[in-house]
């Protein structure tokens, strides 16, 4: 198999994993999978992630005796601010709305990706490409329209969250832009470490305000969080160094199809059709957006 498409495959699971422990220690006591556990506010989640990754990271530079700041300074900085502002709404809106519609949302990130490589990058936008960027929004829309056509027995939809799952997109979008820009400057390791180098700080103020200690089993669960977000944010670094993203993105998109079964079979989250049509016609127009820039 491809490098790209088998390191974008398990990034996927390992997001997947990541995305399970925050709904985990978001639910808070009441939730039956594993009651008792505390509920921690996102920021604090990803305070944990990035201390984690860091120490890893760090150690790999280390090792590897490459420089710790980088080479591309203020791409890696943008790169660096945009994922901790995305990755920490994300964490709040899976904390928020249904595990299947929050990580479909997020995954609009390459369509914004696309759009902002036209405007900073001025790679060129073939004009079928803005008809499935279309289809994708409309997808969007429908999605919006849950609340109108959902039965008692279906989930409903908080639409500020889900407009900041809309933004969280965008910002992960200008992320991987960073991504792409910064291929042929620096190693992987740099450009994951520049996340916990900025959200650290950031986050571990936000924690005077609002923190929970964890206790037992909890810090396992933090463990894993941060491990595996460590794992998948390398894997999906490597995919894009190895391949172009037009090979690679559709593999990445079976992490929104991985996302409804947890949803469905794990945390009940019952969704109406109108959704489920939604989150088809935004992966539809996603795929076909990155199989047209491959031809």
């Known amino acids: 198999m491809n490098k790209g498409i088998l390191y974008i ?17 978001g639910a808070g006591p ?17 305070l944990f992630r990035s201390i984690i990754s860091f120490a890893i990271s760090l150690y790999i ?19 660096g601010f945009s994922g901790m502002i995305a990755l920490t709404i994300f964490f709040y809106t899976i904390h928020h709305l249904p595990l299947a519609i929050a990580s479909t949302v997020q995954y609009l990130a390459p369509i914004f990706t696309v ?19 279309v289809i994708a929004f409309i997808g969007v829309a429908l ?11 279906y989930v409903g939809i908080d639409y500020t969250w889900f407009g900041l799952g809309i933004i969280s997109s965008a910002f992960s ?24 180098m900025l959200s650290i700080p950031i986050m571990s103020f936000w924690c005077l305000f609002e923190f929970t200690f964890p206790s037992g ?12 977000t460590q794992i998948a944010q390398v894997l999906l670094t490597k995919a894009l160094h190895e391949e172009s993203a037009a090979i690679i993105t559709p593999f990445q998109y079976l992490g929104a199809v991985y996302a409804t079964v ?26 076909a957006n990155a199989l047209l820039k491959k031809s």
């Open 9 to 25: 495959i398990v990034s996927g699971l390992s997001f997947l994993v990541v995305n399970f422990f925050v709904k985990i220690l």
């Open 30 to 46: 009441e939730q039956e999978l594993f009651p008792g556990t505390q509920k921690y506010p996102g920021h604090e989640l990803v």
């Open 61 to 79: 530079i280390k090792r590897r005796k490459l420089s710790v700041l980088g080479n591309n300074r203020k791409w890696l900085l943008i790169r």
């Open 115 to 133: 759009i902002f490589a036209m405007l900073i990058l001025k790679e060129r936008v073939a004009k079928l490409q803005w008809l499935f960027i």
């Open 143 to 153: 999605i919006g329209l849950n609340n109108l056509f959902s039965a008692d027995n």
């Open 173 to 196: 979008g200008i992320a991987y832009t960073a991504i792409i820009r910064l291929k042929a400057t620096d190693s992987p390791i740099n450009i994951v470490l520049y996340f916990p």
């Open 217 to 228: 089993i909890e810090w396992l669960f933090l463990l894993l969080l941060g491990i595996f």
């Open 262 to 287: 947890l949803g469905y079979f794990i945390f009940d989250e019952r969704l109406s059709w109108i959704v489920y049509a939604g989150i088809a016609l935004i992966l539809t127009g996603i795929i």
